[in-house]
């Protein structure tokens, strides 16, 4: 059975949290639970430019989709960050990442975003075949500054 997405709702979080430490840990990072819990909250509230959807298959949320909404210098539309893509391993391979992905740019389809844009891991071997797919992989070379 395919997978169908949603927005992330309240009812989630105890199947949304094992997936959120399962994305963690793949990028083996480790977030004080401070930080966890503000990100959950932030998701829910309907005052942030931060939402979640979570992909269902067969009743079971196998899969989750965080993203930041933000303003643009080179455009009057907002563009979209997908911030936070991930799917457990037992729900993988179900097309559950590309539903994920899809659903987000429907939404922004029918909003009018500019654009949607994410990063991931050069050596992420397996999510670059699905991303290869379905966006373009541009020349940009990502700095950051810790603060």
Not at 64 to 79: E, F, G, K, M, R
Not at 99 to 127: E, P
Request: hydrophobic share 45%; charged share 25%; aromatic share 12%.
């Amino acid at each position: 059975m395919p997978a169908t997405v949603r927005p992330l709702a309240e009812g989630d979080r105890a199947a949304w949290l094992p997936l959120w430490l399962g994305y963690l840990e793949f990028y083996e990072t480790k977030l004080d639970a401070r930080i966890t819990e503000a990100t959950w909250a932030r998701l829910l509230d309907p005052h942030e430019r931060m939402f979640g959807l979570v992909a269902e298959t067969d009743g079971k949320i196998v899969g989750l989709l965080n993203y930041v909404l933000h303003a643009n210098t080179w455009s009057v539309s907002p563009v979209c960050y997908l911030e936070d893509l991930f799917v457990a391993p037992d729900g993988r391979g179900q097309g559950a990442g590309r539903a994920l992905i899809a659903a987000l740019a429907d939404l922004g389809r029918a909003a009018k975003w500019r654009r949607i844009y994410w990063q991931t891991r050069s050596s992420n071997a397996t999510a670059r075949q699905l991303y290869d797919k379905i966006g373009t992989l541009t020349s940009w070379v990502r700095y950051d500054i810790d603060l």
